[in-house]
């Protein structure tokens, strides 16, 4: 079992920048590939970035490629997103999750609102 909770949600002005995290418990961490997903009101849950045990990484919505950068260190047992020149379509409700094959933990989410 993991759990995992969300930090650096807010309020930003379009251009902007914010530096998500995602704590997880667990002595397994570093073998989970962990995962960066987002819902808008109304939308459906798009897969934003995804980063393997190894390092790899994957990067989804092309609305997001090119300027979100996902990190982790498995020594703090933390992943990171880093976003920069934010827009108002980027304002939603970020999750982080965690899984091998398939992402299986969720956490509750964070919140980012984007104003133009």
């Known amino acids: 079992q993991v759990q995992l909770v969300e930090s650096g949600g807010g309020l930003v002005q379009a251009g902007g920048s914010l530096r998500l995290s995602c704590a997880a418990s667990?002595?397994?961490?570093?073998?989970?590939?962990m995962g960066w997903f987002r819902q808008a009101p109304g939308k459906e849950r798009e897969f934003v970035a995804g980063?393997?045990?190894?390092?790899?990484?994957?990067y989804g919505a092309d609305s997001v490629k090119g300027r979100s950068t996902i990190s982790r260190d498995n020594a703090k047992n933390t992943v990171s997103l880093q976003m920069n020149s934010l827009k108002p379509e980027d304002t939603a409700v970020y999750y982080c999750?965690?899984?091998?094959?398939?992402?299986?933990?969720w956490g509750q989410g964070t919140q980012v609102t984007v104003s133009s």
């Open positions: 999750a965690a899984g091998i094959g398939s992402y299986d933990f």
């Open positions: 980063i393997k045990w190894n390092g790899g990484t994957t």
């Open positions: 667990g002595r397994t961490f570093s073998t989970y590939t």
